[in-house]
């Protein structure tokens, strides 16, 4: 497989599955914590080994993830297998911190505007919840990570320019972060705006961990994620059937498909460590609870190289 692989890509990428967090958040059916936990061993089974479970944020926010302690409690620590959950702020990480999660996320934005919105709060102050979270987390032992949405673009603003990155991103690196992803909350990411902020981001800070979240609002997620492939990155965080969208923000559809993500990577030389057939079961399950078709294309397609029989489609005439 490595003869398939572009020259600078990694051999092997991490994948992050956030679908039951991120993915699930904007569905208005609430699903089931037994539904849930059903889905979260399914994505265990297929490989995922990262796994963003669900958010500490307030339940009347977003009502979809009112079970998360319920939820951790019941899945347990499947051996290899990192748990990590979103955090808001200092109330949040405590409670992630009793439940005992694996990880803690803590996020802001970008832009002002969708800080406010998402975070009802301004980015200062933001960053100072996000002080008191990592805090929190060193007295529990566990490991805090950061999230900067509409890192790409704001849906309220428009651009949002490069040094607001780069400065966000030093601030939280002094307040002890180690790992930033990048989210493109509502698909405004371009392969030329990935490549300038993860080369700025690695040449201002090289010891910060870099991982991407793309959403595929305008059809180019996978364009995006070959740009950070390009750079070296090899942290990529979707969603199974390419569910998800932000609440707080307009026009934001689904996040890239975990299962078109292990395709394209693993038909490129890049392993996942995920089975593909489990992932598109795993997709078609998320369908079925969610009650509605999902974007994913290998779900509907299969693998490159899955056969099917000469009579199952009829043969031209005339």
């Known amino acids: 497989m490595s003869e398939?692989?572009?020259?600078?890509?990694?051999?092997?990428?991490?994948?992050?599955?956030?679908?039951?967090?991120?993915?699930?958040?904007?569905?208005?059916?609430?699903?089931?914590?037994?539904?849930?936990?059903?889905?979260?061993?399914?994505?265990?089974?297929?490989?995922?080994?990262?796994?963003?479970?669900?958010?500490?944020?307030?339940?009347r926010a977003v009502p979809q993830l009112a079970?998360?302690?319920?939820?951790?409690?019941?899945?347990?620590?499947?051996?290899?297998?990192?748990?990590?959950?979103?955090?808001?702020?200092?109330?949040?990480?405590?409670?992630?911190?009793?439940?005992?999660?694996g990880g803690m996320v803590v996020f802001l934005s970008a832009s002002e505007s969708h800080n406010r919105k998402n975070l009802n709060r301004g980015i200062d102050r933001s960053l100072a919840d996000v002080a008191e979270v990592t805090m929190i987390g060193e007295a529990a032992g566990i490991p805090v990570h950061a999230a900067l949405s509409v890192a790409f673009g704001c849906p309220f603003e428009g651009e949002v320019p490069l040094d607001r990155v780069v400065g966000i991103a030093e601030e939280l690196a002094m307040l002890g972060i180690r790992r930033l992803s990048l989210g493109d909350t509502t698909g405004m990411a371009t392969p030329p705006l990935v490549r300038e902020r993860v080369e700025a981001l690695r040449a201002k800070l090289p010891r910060l961990e870099l991982a991407l979240h793309f959403h595929n609002t305008r059809g180019i997620g996978?364009?995006?994620?070959?740009?950070?492939?390009?750079?070296?990155?090899d942290r990529f965080e979707?969603?199974?059937?390419?569910?998800?969208?932000?609440?707080?923000?307009?026009?934001?559809?689904?996040?890239?498909c975990t299962e078109d993500l292990v395709y394209l990577l693993e038909e490129c030389g890049v392993a996942t460590g995920i089975d593909l057939e489990a992932a598109i079961a795993a997709a078609k399950a998320f369908e079925r609870a969610v009650g509605r078709p999902l974007p994913?294309?290998?779900?509907?397609?299969?693998?490159?190289?899955?056969?099917?029989?000469?009579?199952?489609?009829?043969?031209?005439?005339?």
């Open 67 to 101: 079970d998360a302690e319920e939820l951790l409690a019941r899945l347990g620590r499947p051996a290899g297998v990192e748990i990590t959950a979103l955090v808001p702020n200092a109330k949040g990480a405590e409670r992630a911190a009793r439940a005992g999660v």
């Open 222 to 233: 996978l364009c995006n994620v070959m740009a950070g492939l390009d750079c070296g990155i």
């Open 296 to 318: 994913g294309q290998v779900m509907k397609a299969g693998p490159r190289l899955k056969l099917h029989p000469l009579d199952a489609v009829a043969t031209a005439t005339g």
């Open 4 to 59: 398939r692989r572009p020259k600078g890509w990694p051999a092997r990428a991490t994948i992050v599955e956030v679908g039951l967090r991120d993915g699930l958040q904007a569905e208005r059916a609430i699903l089931p914590t037994e539904t849930k936990l059903d889905l979260a061993r399914q994505l265990i089974a297929a490989g995922i080994r990262h796994l963003e479970l669900t958010s500490f944020v307030s339940p």
């Open 238 to 256: 979707s969603s199974i059937g390419g569910l998800g969208g932000c609440p707080f923000a307009a026009g934001a559809t689904g996040n890239v």
